[in-house]
């Protein structure tokens, strides 16, 4: 089927686009259902973006009303055979608006400063049908002058803005940029790279055009070849922001604009940018089977995002060391905060890998205040896990590259069908033996401790812990003016021993009122191997409960190299 959309956008400040679809219907299809889909490939929650639909009309090319309903949420069932109209009954013309006032990478924001266009949030399909070529034509406010896409453009006129994609799924999978946004761009390998900022970072000295050119020249070069004819950075600067969602070729970025002037916020920031860029090829290509072709509107569950984002987390780090844009010390410093992030999460000896990643619709996009203590980010672990894979492999004279290459070979000689685990066990053992294999599988699907101090000790580097002499309660907290508000309680910690609850207003330590601001140093006044009264609000009564205070768990100071020459060698 060919259908052309219109976006046009008419008054920034109410957040709303006007969406129009034309198409020709065959004349078997006495009815067709338009549906808008319920979450975005990347980012493995329903989000329902059938809420943000309304004034859904269906016409005639004489302007005559189709009859439709709504089945369903988001799907609206258009019935040609029932509709009373006098003309043409082949073509139509459905309209809807959508609102578009939430500013993160997986939804869409306008306002009168800019409008970030996510394709999921506003293109509607038809059930049961292939989209070929759709065009897209776009209108905007004259007082905006750009618009950063990574669609085809077909624009014959400077003053029309009319762009392809090859079908459906390629056109939601390409975000929009319109507004004053700030463009940049460079070439790699004869191939287009094009910058588009919006926002604006605090004062910097760093150059990220160059070195974002620095991280795609890297990884094109590990992985051997560039597989797109144009690539989209469209990155939102402003404060508190942080994400990153990958598409097949772009991405679509946003960071704190604070952040970006701190030596380590930037070098996370380029972690970030690496992330989503390697997701060209691992994720929007080499992928598991469950991940594409997609239902829209159904949960793709796969047991296999070790491979989709713990892959990628290993190597994003990585990547950014390889090109020289940190040091040695600074990616031991990195690694042993992530060491730290990971041991202190309990949810890591009920959780293995393979269960987060089928359970990631309702457990790590569904955050609550038993998540860490139930289970374990696949971010988190899968990336510590293909560190430590590519220890075994260079010990047995590989590395982690001869397996990029392996999955991509295995991706291009059947592209369409995505990869199962066992393919992945196979890969290692033909690159190894079977005792290297089975044992990156046992890290995937069981909860076994990994014993990370000796694959260190593997590379010369040695672990120092701090000696844990102060008091911890095992919670976090948040605050509203002076109030203490507990968010989460660490399992087996006193405060989860002896009964504070997440909820829990803290109000007062043995009868003395005690307000956020002092309750950050409760480490300097709390002893350890003493009992004290806390007094907290609890659905509105104020309960006692005593505890214990103990000691916090120890953490790892720091990673220090032995032998630099050595430890460069597992990470080359």
């Not at 089928?358 to 971010?379: A, G």
């Not at 009992?531 to 103990?550: A, E, Q």
């Not at 953490?555 to 032998?563: E, G, N, R, T």
Request: aromatic share 12%.
């Amino acid at each position: 089927m060919k259908l052309h959309y219109k976006l046009k956008i008419e008054s920034p400040k109410t957040h709303y686009l006007t969406v129009t679809i034309n198409g020709k219907r065959e004349s078997k299809d006495s009815k067709l259902s338009f549906f808008i889909p319920s979450w975005s490939p990347g980012s493995y929650l329903m989000r329902e973006y059938g809420k943000h639909i309304q004034n859904f009309k269906a016409l005639n090319s004489g302007g005559e009303f189709y009859q439709y309903s709504q089945v369903d949420k988001g799907i609206y069932e258009v019935d040609f055979g029932v509709s009373e109209v006098k003309g043409d009954r082949e073509n139509f013309e459905i309209s809807y608006d959508v609102f578009c006032h939430e500013l993160t990478v997986r939804t869409s924001h306008i306002d009168e400063s800019h409008a970030f266009l996510h394709g999921p949030t506003i293109f509607m399909g038809v059930l049961g049908k292939d989209i070929l070529d759709p065009e897209v034509e776009v209108q905007f406010p004259p007082l905006w002058s750009k618009l950063t896409t990574g669609l085809k453009d077909i624009s014959t006129k400077r003053e029309v803005f009319l762009y392809t994609a090859d079908n459906y799924d390629d056109l939601i999978d390409t975000p929009i940029e319109i507004g004053c946004q700030e463009t940049d761009g460079f070439r790699v390998e004869g191939i287009d790279h094009e910058l588009c900022w919006f926002g604006s970072p605090m004062k910097h000295d760093h150059n990220l055009k160059a070195d974002i050119k620095t991280i795609v020249e890297h990884i094109a070069k590990t992985m051997g070849e560039i597989p797109y004819e144009k690539y989209t950075f469209i990155t939102h600067f402003a404060p508190n922001l942080f994400g990153g969602l990958e598409h097949k070729n772009s991405t679509a970025l946003q960071y704190c604009s604070r952040a970006m002037v701190d030596r380590k916020g930037y070098t996370d920031w380029l972690e970030l940018v690496a992330h989503e860029y390697f997701h060209t090829w691992n994720v929007k290509r080499i992928r598991p089977k469950e991940l594409g072709p997609f239902d829209y509107l159904t949960e793709a569950k796969t047991r296999m995002h070790w491979l989709t984002e713990g892959l990628t987390s290993f190597m994003d780090q990585l990547f950014v060391y390889r090109c020289g844009l940190t040091t040695l010390e600074e990616y031991l410093e990195k690694t042993a905060a992530t060491l730290n992030r990971y041991f202190s999460i309990p949810g890591r000896k009920f959780h293995s890998l393979e269960d987060s990643s089928l359970n990631s619709w309702i457990k790590l996009y569904r955050p609550d205040e038993n998540s860490n203590n139930s289970s374990i980010s696949y971010y988190l672990k899968g990336g510590l896990v293909f560190f430590a894979l590519n220890v075994h492999l260079i010990k047995e004279g590989k590395n982690i590259n001869d397996l990029l290459d392996l999955l991509w070979k295995r991706y291009k000689a059947n592209p369409e069908v995505g990869m199962e685990d066992h393919e992945v066990y196979s890969m290692i053992e033909d690159l190894t033996n079977k005792k290297v294999s089975d044992i990156f599988s046992n890290m995937i699907t069981s909860t076994e401790e990994i014993d990370f101090e000796a694959l260190l000790k593997e590379m010369a580097v040695e672990v120092e812990y701090t000696d844990p002499k102060t008091t911890s309660l095992g919670i976090t907290t948040s605050s509203s003016g002076d109030r203490i508000i507990i968010k989460s309680v660490t399992l087996d910690s006193p405060a989860h021993k002896y009964g504070l609850n997440a909820g829990d207003e803290i109000i007062a330590i043995d009868g003395m009122r005690i307000l956020n601001s002092e309750f950050q140093k409760y480490d300097k006044f709390l002893s350890l191997n003493k009992t004290y009264n806390f007094c907290v609000s609890r659905l509105g009564y104020l309960t006692d409960v005593k505890v214990l205070m103990d000691k916090g768990p120890r953490v790892i100071k720091s990673l220090k190299s032995l032998d630099e020459d050595k430890t460069k060698k597992f990470l080359l």
